[in-house]
């Protein structure tokens, strides 16, 4: 029987509802953050704001102040489900490396020195809002991450826009469910300041009933105390993440680069104005999920690549070939495939095999990928036929969408190979 795609997924992630939903490894905490919402707002509604529409009677204010704590605790929660329980921006894993369109691999082993094998460059070259920058292999997902992508290592996915992994909400932060995240957390500290001042208003109340001072409201009212105390200390957290959020969007910035850049002190190539970086958080339509979890896997068919073997008892010396200078110009042969290789299309690939050159890389270019000590030793590309499963092309170039948010654009330089290994 056929698997769906969320049950072969590689990921860490749980999923729900047949795939419907899908949340982090860490989704269990889910329930220590709908704790600390629900038992204060269940606290304040039965010992507080019960209380206030006898004390304020004037138009029905008491039952107001009630009906809004019990709404506003229901979007806060709605949010939070939207945050955690949705695609943060996976990107699809290859299930093999990217496919070469040139290979060579010499049938010829003379005097113990072997031809060199393709490979792929680690980094490739992309131009973000004017600026060139690098984007890194991801050696797990068997892909190149693009710009302001980064491989969770919790959730073991490459993530568009990653922002940082929440273990409060289960889930990472990304492309998808940024804009939720920060509504919820937004709408948690203005929650914790209504429920604040509202049991402040409750304490007043009682002082001006009993004739009292503070300290006899506080023993007629012990709920409103605790509240009080509990909301004061979580404004420093959630309102502190507010704050530190706007800052974010104001400046385009991730979580990840801020920390990341600001040690390095790296030119922010995202940025375009306060009031653009505002629009592209809360005013652009959410991108559609690139998994489709409910979909059923789909068997890669292998195409068997025929390679011609040479015939038994063949020599370099019966071809008429001297077998030193065969090896020498194989190799040659192999360096400039390496660098056609890496080219866009046919005609640019036809001018090389003209003129035999490559341009190399250009010089000041600023690195954009989010893993920090990565290896650079370049994979070697086998003979076997190999197939991308993104998008199912066959080819290894970022989907021209991906770089859509960022004005991004491939640059046609990339980084130069190793020398081939004489």
């Known amino acids: 029987m056929a698997k769906r795609v969320y049950e072969a997924w590689k990921g860490r992630n749980k999923f729900i509802l047949g795939g419907r939903l899908i949340f982090g490894p860490d989704a269990r905490s889910l329930l220590v953050t709908l704790l600390l919402i629900l038992v204060p707002v269940i606290i304040f509604c039965v010992f507080v704001a019960r209380h206030l529409p006898h004390e ?12 809004v704590a019990i709404v506003f605790t229901i979007y806060v929660l709605v949010l939070l489900f939207l945050t955690s329980a949705r695609d943060p921006g996976i990107i699809p894993r290859n299930l093999h490396p990217p496919e070469e369109e040139f290979r060579y691999d010499s049938s010829y082993d003379i005097g113990g020195r072997q031809t060199p094998s393709l490979q792929f460059p680690r980094t490739k070259e992309v131009t973000v809002n004017g600026y060139t920058v690098k984007v890194k292999y991801c050696d797990t997902c068997m892909l190149y991450r693009p710009p302001r992508c980064s491989h969770c290592s919790i959730c073991n996915n490459c993530v568009e826009r990653f922002d940082h992994h929440c273990p409060w909400v289960g889930q990472c932060i990304g492309l998808r469910n940024y804009r939720y995240f920060f509504m919820f957390v937004s709408s948690a500290t203005l929650l914790c300041i ?15 009933d009993v004739d009292g001072t503070v300290w006899k409201a506080m023993k007629e009212s012990p709920a409103s105390v605790i509240l009080m105390a509990y909301c004061f200390i979580s404004l420093w957290f959630v309102g502190g993440l507010t704050g530190f959020h706007l800052y974010l969007i104001g400046t385009n910035q991730t979580t ?23 629009q592209e958080v809360f005013c652009t339509k959410v991108k559609p999920s690139r998994n489709n979890f409910r979909a059923f896997v789909q068997e890669e068919v292998q195409r068997p690549t025929p390679s011609p073997a040479p015939r038994e008892g063949v020599t370099a010396e019966d071809l008429g070939v001297d077998a030193r200078s065969k090896v020498e110009d194989d190799l040659d042969i192999g360096e400039d495939l390496l660098k056609i290789s890496q080219r866009r299309n046919i005609d640019e690939i036809d001018e090389d095999i003209r003129s035999r050159g490559s341009n190399g890389p250009p010089n000041n270019t600023l690195d954009a990928d989010s893993v920090l000590g990565s290896d650079h030793r370049a994979p070697t590309i086998r003979s076997d036929a190999r197939h991308s499963s993104w998008g199912r092309s066959g080819s290894w170039e970022i989907a021209p969408e991906v770089f859509a948010n960022s004005n991004v654009t491939e640059s046609r330089s990339y980084v130069a190979a190793k020398e081939a290994r004489q």
């Open 56 to 67: 304020v009677l004037q138009h029905n204010v008491g039952y107001v102040i009630l009906v």
């Open 256 to 278: 990840y680069e801020n920390f990341r850049y600001r040690a390095e002190n790296r030119i922010n190539v995202f940025d375009r104005g306060c009031l653009n970086n505002f």
């Open 194 to 208: 209504y429920v604040f001042a509202m049991s402040a208003l409750y304490i007043k109340v009682l002082m001006d």
